[in-house]
């Protein structure tokens, strides 16, 4: 194992000033998407926790952005300076980074790296929020900081740079003999299925919700509170979306400007086919469209586009949104009825499946052939290392930081217990007994 | 159960990682790597087994 410079797969083609802005406007308007997410949260947690669902949506955030500005963004090594390799069999595998610590340099670096630091910057953020969506009613704010960090300091920097900063799946073309490279433009991977997998084990830790599942019959429903709340964030996701997807077209697959639109009617197409095949799945299934399933189908027809809506065709926008929307309603009733998972937001459907079902379909429609080898491979890495690493971070970290409340907060709701006040303090809230 | 699961994937991973190094021709890179795949499959399958909870136990 040695350090050394960075060595990149591809030098990346040089980035004019119309460029340079109309990436940075694109990136200004992604946010959106992240404050979708947040509302979708906050929509389908209990009246009872929305308070601490959408502080803590916010708190994750600038925690998650102070710890990628001190450690992650140095252990990505977007910003250089060196990387450790490790050459095994006769080929050099870029582990992890080790740039300038609290972001030395970015305002020397050229603009195509401020960009990828500003993309990492808004990924991290996005990661952070689909777990703590997934343990909402019972996830601490004290526990959901300290994932945050874990996830912002630790998992997401060693992804991103496996990744998109020239680490070994970035470089599987260049030296492995593959034809392609691992394609992520996106973040389907490091956003979307890290976090869907983080929400898995954030579930299993912190246990389902008290009276999830009773001695007898079938599990409770505990409906989201608030389905504007939900509706609105899928609406506002749309944008953060287009912008997100086309500024990842433009900073990790390098796709010409020419594509660009086309890049954004694919997001469009693919979240609409995702609507359709959901709504008529639950409308067939239920007699009526159920509107939090429908949600969860748009979102996850958004997320399947993070991977290929720069390279797809329209139809196949279409059908990869169709196939997300069918999948969604059916793994969320799985998840649920058959295996005691207590998922509140579908993240692990949503995000993780939806994210990983993205990313096999680009390795169908990418152009070049041979694709479909390197996006196994980096599934591969996704469920092989990353899940079990998260798993045994959170695992080690519940034991100093207890990730569920205790039975007295869960009773009381996480608002009292947690923030001393409701979201709703006019409204009459629903005490556990009243769902069964 | 729980832990033996999340033990087993990354053994799938290292059977991708070893077609990667061992294997320079496609055909056998994707046999191996699907073969990963399924080692993989198989420890989370286990491990979702490991977690399901009794009906009506409370989680501690």
Redo the contacts between chains.
């Keep these: 194992m040695s350090v050394t410079p960075p060595m990149l797969p591809a030098p990346a083609p040089a980035m004019s000033d119309a460029v340079f802005a109309l990436t940075l406007a694109l990136l200004l308007l992604a946010p959106m998407a992240i404050a979708g997410v947040a509302l979708i949260n906050t929509g389908l947690s209990r009246s009872r926790s929305a308070a601490q669902a959408m502080l803590g949506n916010l708190a994750l955030v600038a925690v998650a952005s102070i710890v990628f500005a001190f450690i992650g963004a140095s252990l990505t090594g977007s910003l250089g300076l060196k990387q450790v390799v490790l050459y095994a069999a006769g080929k050099p595998w870029s582990l992890v980074g080790l740039g300038p610590f609290l972001l030395r340099g970015l305002g020397v670096a050229p603009p195509q790296v401020q960009l990828a630091v500003l993309f990492e910057f808004l990924a991290v953020s996005m990661t952070v929020l689909l777990p703590w969506g997934s343990g909402a009613d019972r996830f601490r704010l004290a526990a959901g900081f300290a994932s945050a960090a874990i996830l912002a300091g630790i998992v997401f920097p060693l992804a991103a740079h496996w990744i998109w900063a020239g680490g070994w799946l970035a470089a599987l073309g260049a030296n492995f003999s593959m034809v392609a490279s691992f394609l992520d433009g996106g973040g389907a991977a490091t956003v979307h299925v890290i976090g869907g997998l983080s929400a898995l084990a954030v579930i299993w830790i912190a246990g389902p919700r008290r009276g999830k599942f009773p001695r007898e019959g079938l599990s409770t429903a505990m409906p989201g509170h608030n389905a504007i709340y939900v509706l609105f964030g899928c609406m506002l996701a749309l944008v953060g979306w287009l912008a997100w997807n086309v500024a990842g077209a433009i900073l990790w697959a390098h796709t010409p400007l020419t594509a660009l639109s086309g890049t954004a009617i694919n997001t469009l197409l693919s979240a609409c086919g995702a609507l359709a095949a959901t709504y008529s799945v639950t409308r067939f299934r239920f007699g009526k469209p159920d509107a939090s399933l429908c949600a969860n189908g748009w979102l996850a027809g958004l997320v399947a586009s993070s991977a290929c809506a720069a390279f797809a065709s329209p139809v196949g926008s279409l059908f990869v949104g169709g196939v997300a929307g069918v999948l969604t309603p059916l793994l969320v009733e799985l998840l649920e009825l058959a295996l005691s998972i207590d998922d509140p937001t579908g993240a692990i459907t949503v995000h993780g499946a939806a994210g990983l079902w993205g990313l096999i379909a680009a390795g169908f429609f990418a152009p070049q052939a041979g694709q479909l080898l390197a996006q196994l491979i980096g599934i591969a890495a996704l469920l092989g290392f990353f899940f079990p690493l998260i798993y045994l971070l959170f695992a080690l970290l519940n034991r100093f930081v207890p990730f569920r409340v205790d039975p007295d907060g869960e009773r009381m709701g996480m608002d009292l217990h947690e923030i001393g006040g409701g979201a709703y303090p006019e409204f009459v809230i629903h005490r556990d007994e009243s769902y069964r | 159960m ?1 832990y033996a699961g ?2 087993v ?6 059977l ?1 990682l070893a ?4 294997f ?1 021709d ?1 055909g056998r ?2 046999a191996f ?2 073969c ?2 399924a080692v ?1 499959g198989m ?2 399958a286990v491990s ?1 087994r490991g ?3 009794p ?2 136990t ?3």
Excluded: I, Q, Y
């Design positions: 729980k999340l033990l994937m990354p053994a799938g991973f290292f991708t077609a990667l190094a061992l320079p496609p890179r994707m790597v699907l990963g795949l993989e420890g989370l979702v977690h399901m909870l009906r009506g409370s989680h501690s």
